[in-house]
C-alpha cells in the first residue's frame, strides 16, 4: 500500500502544521487507509449532472446519486434495511434508495434542504403534461397577482434584484402559492431554481457573491424553460431510475442531528450514508438566503435563527463558556492556532473548530445510541487547513466513532484538494484529502 499521509513537508518543501497528536492518529489509521480515485468523481455534486430530475435544481454540496449507489451495493443493502441519512440535503441517499428499493430516512435541519429532497420526489410521480399545463394557467394569472410577502428587511434582498424583475418574482410566487400539493411545491421547487438567473447573485465557491455585471433573466421566460427541463427529466427519469410511485417512500423530517434520539424511527436504521457539513466556514444560511427570504423566513431574526441552529460549521458559529476541543488532536490544533499567534483571517476560527467538533461528537454520540446492530455507516468528510494547519477531520472522526461502539473498518481517500491560494501562498501546497470513513456498529 502506498504511503498516503505526507509528513512534515508539503509538495513545495515548507513545514506542515502537524502536532504529534495529528502525527499519532494517522499513524494509527495508517493500516486502514487507502485511496480509490475512481470515487473523487462521486463524493461531489458534478456525478448528478447527468442525472434527470436531480439536476434540476443545484444543491451544490450534494454528492451524486452513483456515490449512494456503489455504497448501497458494497453494504449489501436490501428492502429489509431501512437507510438514515441525517444530513440528507436534497435527498440523494434518499431517491439512490428507492431506486434500490431500500426505505430510507432523511433528516437536514435546513427547511429549504428537506423542502427540495420532499418537491423532487413529488415531482418524479406526477404525469407528463402537467407541468406545461400547470404553467400556462400560472403565466395567464401573473399580471394581476398580488406580490407575495418576503423577507425583505436582510440585506441582501436589497441588493441581490433589478426591483422591477423583485416585483414580478414575487408575482409568480404568489400564483404558485395559490396551487394545490403537489403542484405548488413542484413550482416552488422550480421557482427556487430560477432564484439565482433572475437576480445579481452566484453560488460561487464558498459564498453567495453580488455579481452586479452578470445579466439577469426573465423570470416568466426561465421558469417555462425549467418546465420544459423538469417535463423532459420527468420523462428520462423513469426510463433510468424506475416508477418511483412503486418504490417505499422515504420519510423526510426537517430536524437536528444531534438530537436523533428524538426523531422516533419506525425502526433501528441497519446503514447511513451520509456526508456532514465540512469545518470549512460555510454557512448554507448564505448561499441559500434567497430561497430562505423568499419562502421559509419572515424576516432577518428568523434567518438568523436557523443560521445558529444548525450545525457550527460556519464563522459566526457561537461556542459557550464550556465547552471544550472534544478530541486531543482538537485540543492541540486549537492551541497551534491560538498560540503561535498565527495571523489567522479569522480569529474565530478556533472556537468554529472547537464548536464543529462538539457538535459531530454529539451527532456520532446519537448515531451510536440509535442504529441497529451491525449497522453500516459511510460517511464523505473533507478535511481542512487553517493557518497552515491540518486538520484530519476523518480520523478524528473516526476515533470518537470508536467511542461510541463502532468499528473502523476503512478510510477511503476519494480525492485529494488544494488548499485556498492564501494558504498555498502562504505555507506551500499540501495536499488535503476528501475521504469515505466507513464504521460498523458493534453487535
Ligand atoms: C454536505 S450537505 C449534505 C448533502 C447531501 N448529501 C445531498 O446529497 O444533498 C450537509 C447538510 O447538512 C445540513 N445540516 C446542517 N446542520 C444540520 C443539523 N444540525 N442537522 C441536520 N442537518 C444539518 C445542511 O443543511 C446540509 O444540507
Given at each position: 500500500?502506498?504511503?498516503?499521509?505526507?509528513?512534515?513537508?508539503?509538495?513545495?518543501?515548507?513545514?506542515?502544521?502537524?502536532?504529534?497528536?495529528?502525527?499519532?492518529?494517522?499513524?494509527?489509521?495508517?493500516?486502514?487507509?487507502?485511496?480509490?480515485?475512481?470515487?473523487?468523481r462521486l463524493v461531489s455534486y458534478v456525478g448528478n449532472k447527468s442525472?434527470?430530475?436531480?439536476?434540476?435544481?443545484?444543491?451544490k454540496?450534494?454528492?451524486s446519486?452513483?456515490?449512494?449507489?456503489?455504497?448501497?451495493?458494497?453494504?449489501?443493502?436490501?428492502?429489509?434495511?431501512?437507510?438514515?441519512?441525517?444530513?440528507?440535503?436534497?435527498?440523494?441517499?434518499?431517491?439512490?434508495?428507492?431506486?434500490?428499493?431500500?426505505?430510507?430516512?432523511?433528516?437536514?435541519?435546513?427547511?429549504?434542504?428537506?423542502?427540495?429532497?420532499?418537491?423532487?420526489?413529488?415531482?418524479?410521480?406526477?404525469?407528463?403534461?402537467?407541468?406545461?399545463?400547470?404553467?400556462?394557467?400560472?403565466?395567464?394569472?401573473?399580471?394581476?397577482?398580488?406580490?407575495?410577502?418576503?423577507?425583505?428587511?436582510?440585506?441582501?434582498?436589497?441588493?441581490?434584484?433589478?426591483?422591477?424583475?423583485?416585483?414580478?418574482?414575487?408575482?409568480?410566487?404568489?400564483?404558485?402559492?395559490?396551487?394545490?400539493?403537489?403542484?405548488?411545491?413542484?413550482?416552488?421547487?422550480?421557482?427556487?431554481?430560477?432564484?439565482?438567473?433572475?437576480?445579481?447573485?452566484?453560488?460561487?465557491?464558498?459564498?453567495?457573491?453580488?455579481?452586479?455585471?452578470?445579466?439577469?433573466?426573465?423570470?416568466?421566460?426561465?421558469?417555462?424553460?425549467?418546465?420544459?427541463?423538469?417535463?423532459?427529466?420527468?420523462?428520462?427519469?423513469?426510463?433510468?431510475?424506475?416508477?418511483?410511485?412503486?418504490?417505499?417512500?422515504?420519510?423526510?423530517?426537517?430536524?437536528?442531528?444531534?438530537?436523533?434520539?428524538?426523531?422516533?424511527?419506525?425502526?433501528?436504521?441497519?446503514?447511513?450514508?451520509?456526508?456532514?457539513?465540512?469545518?470549512?466556514?460555510?454557512?448554507?444560511?448564505?448561499?441559500?438566503?434567497?430561497?430562505?427570504?423568499?419562502?421559509?423566513?419572515?424576516?432577518?431574526?428568523?434567518?438568523?435563527?436557523?443560521?445558529?441552529?444548525?450545525?457550527?460549521?460556519?464563522?459566526?458559529?457561537?461556542?459557550?463558556?464550556?465547552?471544550?476541543?472534544?478530541?486531543?488532536?482538537?485540543?492541540?490544533?486549537?492551541?497551534?492556532?491560538?498560540?503561535?499567534?498565527?495571523?489567522?483571517?479569522?480569529?474565530?476560527?478556533?472556537?468554529?473548530?472547537?464548536?464543529?467538533?462538539?457538535?459531530?461528537?454529539?451527532?456520532?454520540?446519537?448515531?451510536?445510541?440509535?442504529?441497529?446492530?451491525?449497522?453500516?455507516?459511510?460517511?464523505?468528510?473533507?478535511?481542512?487547513?487553517?493557518?497552515?494547519?491540518?486538520?484530519?477531520?476523518?480520523?478524528?472522526?473516526?476515533?470518537?466513532?470508536?467511542?461510541?461502539?463502532?468499528?473502523?473498518?476503512?478510510?477511503?481517500?476519494?480525492?485529494?484538494?488544494?488548499?485556498?491560494?492564501?494558504?498555498?501562498?502562504?505555507?506551500?501546497?499540501?495536499?488535503?484529502?476528501?475521504?469515505?470513513?466507513?464504521?460498523?456498529?458493534?453487535?
Amino acid at each position: 500500500m502506498r504511503q498516503l499521509a505526507l509528513f512534515g513537508q508539503s509538495e513545495s518543501g515548507g513545514a506542515i502544521g502537524f502536532g504529534p497528536e495529528r502525527a499519532r492518529i494517522e499513524a494509527r489509521f495508517a493500516p486502514i487507509m487507502r485511496e480509490e480515485l475512481a470515487l473523487g468523481r462521486l463524493v461531489s455534486y458534478v456525478g448528478n449532472k447527468s442525472v434527470p430530475l436531480l439536476r434540476l435544481y443545484r444543491y451544490k454540496e450534494a454528492f451524486s446519486l452513483g456515490f449512494v449507489e456503489e455504497f448501497i451495493r458494497r453494504f449489501l443493502l436490501d428492502g429489509d434495511d431501512y437507510i438514515l441519512d441525517p444530513f440528507c440535503g436534497m435527498g440523494t441517499t434518499l431517491v439512490a434508495a428507492m431506486k434500490r428499493q431500500v426505505p430510507s430516512v432523511g433528516i437536514d435541519k435546513l427547511p429549504l434542504a428537506t423542502f427540495v429532497a420532499d418537491a423532487l420526489i413529488r415531482l418524479a410521480a406526477l404525469e407528463p403534461g402537467v407541468l406545461y399545463a400547470t404553467y400556462d394557467k400560472l403565466r395567464a394569472r401573473v399580471a394581476d397577482a398580488e406580490p407575495a410577502r418576503v423577507a425583505g428587511d436582510v440585506s441582501i434582498m436589497k441588493v441581490a434584484f433589478v426591483p422591477e424583475i423583485l416585483e414580478i418574482l414575487r408575482k409568480w410566487k404568489s400564483v404558485i402559492d395559490d396551487l394545490e400539493t403537489p403542484l405548488r411545491e413542484v413550482f416552488l421547487l422550480l421557482f427556487f431554481s430560477i432564484l439565482e438567473p433572475c437576480s445579481y447573485t452566484s453560488k460561487d465557491g464558498q459564498f453567495l457573491r453580488l455579481r452586479r455585471d452578470k445579466p439577469v433573466a426573465d423570470p416568466g421566460e426561465v421558469l417555462g424553460r425549467k418546465v420544459m427541463e423538469a417535463e423532459r427529466d420527468l420523462r428520462l427519469f423513469r426510463q433510468v431510475i424506475g416508477d418511483v410511485r412503486l418504490a417505499p417512500r422515504p420519510e423526510i423530517i426537517t430536524g437536528d442531528a444531534r438530537a436523533l434520539g428524538d426523531m422516533g424511527f419506525d425502526r433501528p436504521p441497519t446503514a447511513v450514508i451520509t456526508s456532514p457539513p465540512y469545518a470549512n466556514r460555510y454557512d448554507y444560511t448564505r448561499t441559500y438566503s434567497l430561497e430562505l427570504c423568499f419562502h421559509f423566513v419572515r424576516n432577518f431574526e428568523e434567518l438568523k435563527a436557523l443560521r445558529f441552529g444548525i450545525l457550527r460549521s460556519h464563522i459566526e458559529s457561537r461556542v459557550e463558556e464550556n465547552e471544550r476541543p472534544p478530541h486531543p488532536a482538537i485540543e492541540e490544533l486549537v492551541d497551534a492556532l491560538e498560540s503561535q499567534g498565527r495571523d489567522l483571517n479569522n480569529p474565530r476560527i478556533p472556537h468554529m473548530l472547537t464548536a464543529y467538533f462538539v457538535d459531530m461528537r454529539q451527532v456520532i454520540r446519537q448515531l451510536g445510541a440509535v442504529l441497529a446492530p451491525g449497522a453500516k455507516v459511510a460517511m464523505v468528510v473533507d478535511n481542512v487547513r487553517f493557518g497552515g494547519e491540518l486538520v484530519p477531520v476523518d480520523l478524528v472522526l473516526c476515533e470518537m466513532a470508536e467511542e461510541f461502539g463502532f468499528k473502523v473498518t476503512e478510510v477511503i481517500v476519494a480525492r485529494y484538494k488544494g488548499n485556498s491560494s492564501q494558504q498555498m501562498g502562504k505555507y506551500g501546497r499540501v495536499p488535503v484529502r476528501e475521504s469515505v470513513v466507513v464504521w460498523e456498529k458493534d453487535r
